[in-house]
């Protein structure tokens, strides 16, 4: 009797021959045939095939034994099966874990039957997307059905305007496919770009209270993206991308079908034309779904022909391409040349042209499209059948490479065994013959698509424009006095010194050892990068901050390629380093900032603390609070791309002081409430929430106070924070989770886990650097204190420099009523009735301290000035701002309201305090030094400066500290 895998390939014999045994110790279990009428040899053709059907069969095959009682791999998988069978794992589902683990044992079945039948080929490309598709669907429907039912017992039901009758009701979310999901043409292994809408404004009924809808649909959101994408025990369901909505990942997670339709209508960029023509409702609401789509339409489909659709598509297609050689992709068979999205391109830029007047058009599924544009003819009959073909040939290679260990891919292999079952799937003797196929088919797809949609790119990307005696300089092609030459006459202020840096970095081991290609890449970059620093005033000093760079990425020539295919972006990173050697380190130390550079209009305009939330929020979706290592590194590349972008505002001269203080704290405060989050829910996770006395769970209950340049809203771009932790918890309790432990310890690391996130250094650096010392009793008091015992610390035992600091602290992240509870002692505090005398001589004797101990000794005060320590400087006016708040709160409460110095000095003035001459003069003065030390930060430089500068700003500070400090 033979083998059952006696028919397969070498290659492939081996491989089933030597797992068959430790599966089957015995024998195949007769359920297997007598159950599911499998063959010995379907099996070795499924392991032969599929790593993923081999390991499901293998670790689940009850799971599998149960999915083929419930419906034979025989039979198609049909939407209606989809549904009916989601019921039976719906009906155990009693709490939201128990929701997410039905999801996924619900995939795991269903994505066996549907590689499977795909694989072995008892399915066509038709039965596999629209299986797939009607899967995501079910699954999205059933999470969202429960979750909305959850979320109206916990918070009431949304209420407003029903899109169809025009009459009060219960509102619905609806939930837009897009992409492959929407066009019902998802492949095996997707994620699902989707869009939350609802229908309009108003609030839930029924809850403890009332909720705008909004929040309650962005809270459902969230948790269906939980629900769907979050990695548990069970694996996930689907990955969940929702960048396509309106304003991306600064956007809103859930608009209102007027906030959307605005959107489009205002702002909508052609991109959003071409992703919206596949949007299909895909769960929620369909009956308001219709009208919101039908709201959408018109931008999607212009009433005239419109051609310039080309034009964006032409742009888009070169934005892809540049990513291909990026990215290297040319092996990936959706990108790359004579790819998936070409075809898909072709398809689109008829439906955006033409759609508006043929409405054949306005469908979603692409061989439904193409078979219309032969009919239209628009496309003749023999392109139509080569585009079918390849699409289909294509979309089944897709499923090959991704069936093989359900794995979102879309490369070719390189390794034999992957190769062999590649072509077994694909019905190929070998990979040779396999790969012949793919070639005609990539080449008459890349063909149809130059002939449509042409571009000039190629011919644009071999003419640099630059003069020949650059590429001879970096050649090492001119001896060494003519190269001093012609760098002298480019304008280069050290010519010298710039050809011994070149040829450092050309004789660098680095360098000598690049693979061909990489030295390809730098031998292109390396011309045009001389060539671009002509453009700015120091070229030579550029040249040596930008040489960070270039050694930083010399193993890493993607980076070259973005800057080759992007000249605006090294135009930009020439003057960035030109401007600021600060900019040019942080490049160089994090070079995937460089992404940053490619759009100017997002890297001058910094967004507000608003949009910032929004950013952050969207680019953590996908990453589980329990996945530390990677939370840390996306909040170090957030503040990094986020402060680069305030440093270049601020060089440029778009923001200026004040605001750049605001977008630094701005960035600091958003950090740190995430901080918070994901380590409450990492602690929550394992022990429970913490009790307040009543019993309930807390919300946190727990507040970071910023003292210091963060209290301030005075950060710098190397400020460190000052810190201190707050709680509103019981310590005589215990958290509620089933390893409890006392409140006092859940805080207690609770405040460690935030200090090791924000100062640890990971790869890329800390985020931020972190001061305790600011806390009651110290470095040997407690690192988190209860909000009673914080404020008997104030009241009984804190001293009046603690009081100072006090001044300039306010709560930046945590529970809101938290940070409220604080707000209140601190402004009791601050409000207490002081001997002004004792007061004025206790601070004048600390600032005295401080200035022996920070400031420029004696000796040196002729050559060297302390911006912010000496006689004359901002500490100065610090300290007197505060002996006045000290002094006068209780007479003047509203002074309390702020914590900054400018606002201060402000409300002084107002308050009567100080004349209002003496407040805008010394806000000025506060403002030229503080300015002072940015612009020196973002040249690398400290806050000391010649023992002669600024003498009017010193004198006046000096006779204000007299007026008001020493006065009798």
């Not at 690192?783 to 009673?788: A, E, F």
């Not at 004048?844 to 301290?849: A, F, L, P, T």
Request: a negative charge; one cysteine or more.
């Amino acid at each position: 009797m033979s083998e059952p895998w006696g028919s397969l390939p070498a290659d492939l014999v081996n491989d089933v021959s030597g797992c068959w045994a430790s599966i089957f110790p015995d024998e195949t279990p007769g359920w297997l045939a007598n159950e599911a009428g499998l063959s010995d040899a379907d099996i070795a053709e499924a392991f032969a095939r599929s790593l993923f059907l081999r390991q499901t069969l293998e670790r689940h095959p009850e799971q599998v034994r149960s999915a083929v009682r419930a419906r034979p791999l025989q039979e198609p998988t049909t939407e209606a099966w989809l549904v009916e069978r989601w019921a039976c794992f719906r009906d155990s589902v009693d709490s939201e874990p128990a929701l997410h683990a039905a999801l996924r044992q619900f995939r795991r079945e269903v994505q066996f039957r549907i590689i499977w039948r795909d694989l072995l080929k008892w399915a066509d490309l038709q039965e596999t997307i629209s299986a797939t598709s009607a899967f995501a669907d079910t699954c999205i429907d059933g999470a969202l059905d429960w979750l909305y039912e959850q979320a109206c017992e916990e918070s009431g039901t949304p209420w407003g305007r029903d899109p169809v009758t025009g009459e009060e009701a219960p509102q619905r979310m609806v939930v837009l496919g897009m992409g492959k999901l929407g066009g019902r043409e998802l492949n095996v292994s997707s994620d699902i770009d989707l869009i939350f809408a609802f229908p309009g404004k108003g609030e839930t009924r029924g809850g403890r209270r009332a909720l705008d809808n909004q929040q309650f649909f962005i809270r459902l959101g969230q948790k269906l993206i939980q629900a769907l994408d979050q990695i548990t025990a069970d694996g996930f369901v689907f990955r969940v991308d929702m960048r396509l909505r309106p304003y991306g990942q600064s956007g809103a997670l859930a608009l209102s079908f007027a906030a959307l339709e605005t959107y489009y209508q205002d702002q909508g960029r052609d991109w959003e034309r071409y992703a919206m023509v596949k949007a299909r409702v895909v769960a929620g609401d369909q009956r308001a779904g219709e009208v919101l789509m039908a709201s959408l339409r018109p931008f999607v489909y212009r009433k005239y022909i419109d051609f310039s659709a080309f034009e964006s598509l032409r742009n888009m297609k070169a934005m892809i391409s540049r990513e291909v050689r990026r990215k290297g992709l040319e092996n990936n068979i959706k990108l790359g040349s004579g790819g998936i999205r070409e075809i898909e391109f072709v398809v689109q830029a008829f439906q955006l042209i033409r759609g508006g007047r043929d409405r054949e058009l306005q469908q979603r599924e692409l061989q439904v499209i193409l078979k219309e544009l032969e009919e239209l003819e628009l496309l003749p009959s023999a392109v139509v059948r080569e585009l079918r073909d390849a699409y289909v040939f294509l979309r089944n290679l897709e499923h090959a490479l991704q069936g093989m260990e359900d794995k979102q891919t879309q490369e070719l292999p390189g390794d034999a065994l992957s190769q062999a079952r590649v072509a077994r799937i694909m019905g190929y003797a070998d990979w040779s013959d396999c790969l012949q196929s793919l070639n005609d088919h990539r080449e008459r797809v890349a063909t149809h698509f130059s002939n449509i949609i042409a571009s000039d790119e190629d011919e644009q990307e071999g003419d640099v424009g630059i003069e020949d005696g650059w590429f001879e300089l970096w050649l090492a092609e001119m001896e060494a006095p003519a190269a001093a030459e012609w760098l002298a006459e480019q304008g280069f202020e050290r010519p010298e010194d710039s050809c011994q840096k070149l040829t450092d970095l050309r004789d660098s081991r680095t360098v000598q050892t690049l693979q061909t290609q990489g030295r390809r890449r730098l031998n292109e970059f390396m011309p045009l990068l001389l060539s671009a620093l002509t453009d700015v005033e120091n070229p030579s000093e550029t040249l040596e901050r930008v040489l960070q760079l270039v050694e930083a990425i010399l193993r890493r020539t993607a980076y070259m390629v973005l800057l080759l295919e992007n000249p605006g972006a090294l135009t930009q990173l020439v003057r960035l380093c030109s401007d600021s050697p600060w900019i040019a380190s942080l490049l160089a130390e994090t070079p995937l900032l460089l992404d940053e550079l490619l759009n100017t209009e997002s890297l001058y305009t910094p967004p507000a603390k608003e949009e910032l939330q929004d950013d952050l929020r969207q680019q953590m979706l996908r990453i589980p609070y329990e996945d530390l290592e990677e939370q840390m590194e996306s909040l170090r590349y957030f503040k990094k791309a986020h402060v680069l972008r305030v440093a270049a505002s601020e060089i440029k001269g778009t923001l200026p002081l004040m605001k750049v203080s605001d977008y630094l704290t701005w960035i600091a405060e958003v950090v740190l409430d995430h901080v918070v989050d994901v380590a409450f829910a990492n602690l929550v996770s394992r022990h429970g929430y913490p009790r307040r006395a009543d019993g309930s769970a807390c919300d946190t209950d727990f507040a970071i106070i910023g003292y210091g340049k963060l209290g301030g809203i005075e950060l710098g771009y190397t400020s460190d924070l000052d810190l201190v932790f707050v709680h509103q918890a019981d310590p005589e309790l215990a958290t509620d989770g089933d390893k409890p432990i006392d409140n006092a310890v859940f805080y207690t690391r609770l405040g460690q886990r935030i200090v090791h996130i924000l100062s640890t250094q990971t790869p890329s650096g800390q985020l931020y650097e972190v001061d305790m010392r600011l806390r009651p009793s110290g470095n040997s008091g407690l690192l988190v204190s209860t909000l009673q015992a914080f404020e008997k610390y104030q009241r009984n035992d804190a001293w009046t420099w603690e009081h100072q600091a006090l001044a300039r602290a306010r709560g930046v992240a945590g529970c809101p009523d938290t940070l409220k509870a604080f707000e209140a002692i601190r402004h009791n505090i601050l409000c207490q009735p002081r001997d002004k005398r004792a007061l004025r001589n206790e601070v004048v004797d600390m600032r005295e301290k401080m200035r022996g101990n920070l400031g420029t000794p004696e000796a040196r005060r002729a050559e060297v000035f302390h911006i912010k320590h000496d006689n004359g400087g901002i500490v100065d006016i610090e300290f007197l701002v505060q002996y006045l708040m000290l002094a006068w709160s209780g007479e003047h409460p509203e002074l309390t309201q702020w914590s900054d110095n400018i606002r201060q000095m402000e409300e002084l003035g107002r308050a009567g305090v100080m004349a209002v001459e003496d407040t805008e003069k010394l806000r000025e003065v506060f403002i030229t030094l503080r300015s002072t030390i940015h612009r020196r930060a973002l040249q690398n430089l400290n806050s000391q400066v010649e023992g002669d500068a600024f003498p009017d700003e010193r004198a006046y500070i000096r006779s204000m500290w007299e007026k008001v400090m020493l006065a009798g």
